[in-house]
Nanobody, 124 residues
Framework: QVQLVESGGGSVQAGGSLRLSCEISGNMYNVDRMGWFRQVPGKEREGVAVIYPGDGDTYYDDSVQRRFTLSYDNTKNTLYLQMKSLKPEDTAMYYC?????????????????WGQGTQVTVSS
């Protein structure tokens, strides 16, 4: 089993910054990609940024390109999402997900393991 624990969410004004962290523990045998997704009430969970830790390849949704930076510290088994120039439309519950790659990178069902989520609220 793999456990993911997110932290770092909060409330900021537009233009502000936050850094989300996701501590990952357990048997990583079935994990070769991980990422951050977000969800607002009434909408489907959507991908924000994904990384393949093995080679460092990183992908971003167009809506966060050049504002968010995803990184993975394999010495701490922690996934980070540095968010800057935040906008009100970034407001959502942010989830850390991990799994074995199959299907497209934004295919939510391919991520077997999820954290409990951390709320990000951006006010205008």
């Amino acid at each position: 089993q793999v456990q993911l624990v997110e932290s770092g969410g909060g409330s900021v004004q537009a233009g502000g910054s936050l850094r989300l962290s996701c501590e990952i523990s357990g048997n990583m045998y079935n994990v070769d990609r991980m990422g951050w997704f977000r969800q607002v009430p009434g909408k489907e969970r959507e991908g924000v940024a994904v990384i393949y830790p093995g080679d460092g390849d990183t992908y971003y949704d167009d809506s966060v390109q050049r504002r968010f930076t995803l990184s993975y510290d394999n010495t701490k088994n922690t996934l980070y999402l540095q968010m800057k120039s935040l906008k009100p439309e970034d407001t959502a519950m942010y989830y850390c997900g991990a799994g074995r790659a199959h299907g497209g990178i934004w295919y939510v069902e391919s991520y077997t393991y999820w954290g409990q989520g951390t709320q990000v609220t951006v006010s205008s």
